[in-house]
């Protein structure tokens, strides 16, 4: 493992590029979220590992609940120095955790108008080429190139100035284009710090980054990426995180968490691309919804008898009727219809939607049953019901009368690249550990099934309509 640490009067903070274990450069976690400036994700023997400035870091068994622990070489100094050095695990309980000793890949003198501190890395997925962007919003971000098996600067490498008035700075690829993205704005002020992400890209990994109206972020550009929202501000420290083709999650931190007492802490969101930028998802909170496909646009519903709501018809045949004022029609309810529903399990399946209550979902957040990157699991009920949504052994979908907590009652929900949602059980009845690969899947315009997930499958997308 490779870890570069910047020093400076204002920060220290390590960004991870692993070998033994995985990268990912990645909201509001549970446990003891409190951070500032997050580095990099990174996965290691089943748990996840953020370090942040000052020395030290958080870690969590499920991406979920995060918990101080993580350990590194603290530096010390006046000029920021951007340093390499290796481990074989990230575990400071493992035999094998010991740091080689650091080489020194750059640094600033405390006299230019340049910090050498906040790195961000990119392993060139299309020429294996490892480049780092680092500096500060009061000088320049600079782009150097380093030997990925080594891990030292290429020799002869140049510093290159691709950005200004930004920091935090991290570089991504995708789909042909190169992404630089920067922290804008003042940091530091809790309630009042007004940091922002914003994002430029290029054809080329040495630039020009421009944003989404041609401007160059070396002339101050960006196109905006996450600011404040809800009861927190301040988003800073970028980061993606891969979960799976067309999952992807970003992390950064909110300077302040208003619920929080106003502290800093790690937050994940969703990441969606959309016209070819990276924008800020949306973390799924429940609530009551339509469960629509996107393979057809029908909804999840009991397989139960549809019955009709009374009306007295009204048309071009009705001409007298016609002439009274309208009145509204009275959706039809659970107690309407609850009795003609079988009792023990009814399966699932997908049918046009009516506004009907067999097609009504309440699904709702539980804490207690841990969580992943990004949220907790979740409930999915029949409105004013306790029957829940549940996976079965042979790898189909009932609803039982009562909800139990069980895991195979229990849902992922994540928003992805595209927008569309990925509805998983947390387990399968029958197999070992967490289901990491099998969801919610439209065989057919009528038949819902659990099935291996492919992004490039519209059978394995839904969507959560208001109605």
């Known amino acids: 493992m490779i870890t570069y640490i910047k020093e400076s009067r204002r920060v220290a903070v390590a960004a991870l590029f692993t070998i033994s274990c995985s990268l990912f450069t990645a909201n509001d976690q549970i446990g003891e979220p409190y951070i500032h400036d997050p580095s990099t994700l990174a996965e290691c023997d089943g748990k996840y590992y ?34 390499t050095m290796w481990n074989k695990t990230l575990d400071p309980q493992s035999p094998d955790f010991k740091w080689s000793e650091a080489v020194e890949v750059c640094y600033s003198d405390g006299m230019e108008d340049q910090d050498a501190i906040d790195p961000g890395l990119l ?112 988003a800073g420290h970028f980061g993606r995180y891969i979960i799976d083709e067309g999952v992807e999650v970003m992390s950064f931190h909110w300077e302040a968490d208003f619920e929080l007492s106003g502290r800093s802490v790690l937050a994940i969101r969703p990441l969606v691309w959309k016209n070819g930028w990276p924008v800020a998802g949306e973390n799924f909170k429940g609530g009551t919804f339509e469960i629509e496909s996107e393979r057809r646009g029908y909804a999840l519903e009991l397989a139960v008898d549809f019955v009709r709501i009374p009306q007295e018809r009204q048309g071009w045949f009705n001409r007298e009727q016609m002439q009274q004022p309208p009145k509204p029609i009275a959706n039809q309810t659970l107690n309407d219809v609850i009795g003609t529903w079988p009792e023990g399990n009814i399966p699932a399946r997908i049918g046009d939607y009516m506004h009907r209550p067999h097609q009504r979902w309440t699904i709702t957040p539980v804490n207690e049953a841990g969580g992943y990157l990004s949220n907790p699991y979740f409930k999915i009920t029949i409105e004013g019901t306790d029957r829940a949504l549940a996976a079965t052994a042979d790898k189909e979908v009932t609803t039982v009368p009562v909800y139990t907590g069980a895991d195979e009652q229990l849902w992922r929900i994540e928003q992805l690249t595209d927008g569309t949602f990925r509805i998983m059980p947390k387990a399968i009845p029958g197999q070992a550990g967490v289901n990491t690969s099998i969801c919610l899947y439209s065989a057919g315009d009528s038949t819902p099934t659990l099935a291996t997930y492919d992004f490039n499958s519209d059978n394995s997308k839904w969507n959560f309509r208001h109605h």
């Not at 400035?53 to 991406?63: F, N, Q, W, Y």
């Not at 530096?75 to 120095?81: N, P, S, V």
């Not at 290029?202 to 002339?219: A, C, I, Q, T, W």
Request: hydrophobic fraction near 30%.
């Open 50 to 83: 953020t370090f942040g400035t000052g020395g030290g870091g958080l870690i969590s068994a499920d991406g979920w609940s995060w918990y101080s622990g993580a350990d590194r070489p603290l530096g010390g100094g006046h000029a920021g120095r951007i340093l």
């Open 123 to 234: 392993l060139d997925p299309t020429t294996g080429r490892l480049w780092v962007s680092y500096g500060t919003y009061f000088g320049t971000i600079r782009l150097i190139e380093l030997d990925p098996k080594t891990g030292f600067r290429v020799k002869g490498n140049q510093e290159k100035d691709i950005a200004i008035d930004c920091e935090a700075s991290d570089l991504m690829y995708r789909d042909g284009w190169y992404y630089l993205l920067g922290t804008h704005g003042t940091c530091c002020d809790g309630v009042n710090s007004t940091y922002n992400i914003v994002v430029g890209r290029s054809k080329s990994v040495e630039g020009p980054y421009l944003d989404n109206v041609g401007r160059d972020m070396f002339h101050g550009g960006g196109k905006m990426v996450i600011a404040a929202e809800d009861r927190a501000c301040g």
